[in-house]
């Protein structure tokens, strides 16, 4: 089993910045693909970026530019660097850890960028 503990959430003005930290633990050598999603209020859950055991990254349209995506392996982390905020990036950001034997969550963490 994988485990995944997302922290770095905050409110944030319009503009701004904020760097999501998720730690994984447990057997991680199974893992092929870590990622970030988010859930807004009454929204459905979105995938916003991924990154594969071989670095390959993938975005959502909506943050290609402004957020990164990088892992550091030695600390069994995964980041998101998010930059250039909007009100639309508010919502609950949540880590997500994929192996062959499933995926994984995190409890997630609030994201609130205002106006």
């Known amino acids: 089993h994988v485990q995944v503990v997302e922290s770095g959430g905050g409110s944030v003005q319009a503009g701004g910045s904020l760097r999501l930290s998720c730690v994984a633990s447990?057997?991680?050598?199974?893992?092929?693909?870590m990622g970030w999603y988010r859930q807004a209020p009454g929204k459905q859950r979105e995938l916003v970026a991924t990154i594969t055991r071989g670095g390959n990254t993938k975005y959502a349209d909506s943050v290609k530019g402004r957020f990164t995506i990088f892992r550091d392996n030695a600390k069994n982390t995964v980041y998101l660097q998010m930059n250039s905020l909007k009100p639309e990036d508010t919502a609950v950001y949540y880590c997500?850890?994929?192996?062959?034997?499933?995926?994984?969550w995190g409890q997630g963490t609030q994201v609130t960028v205002s106006s």
């Open positions: 447990g057997t991680i050598f199974s893992i092929n693909v």
């Open positions: 997500n850890a994929k192996t062959v034997m499933g995926a994984y």
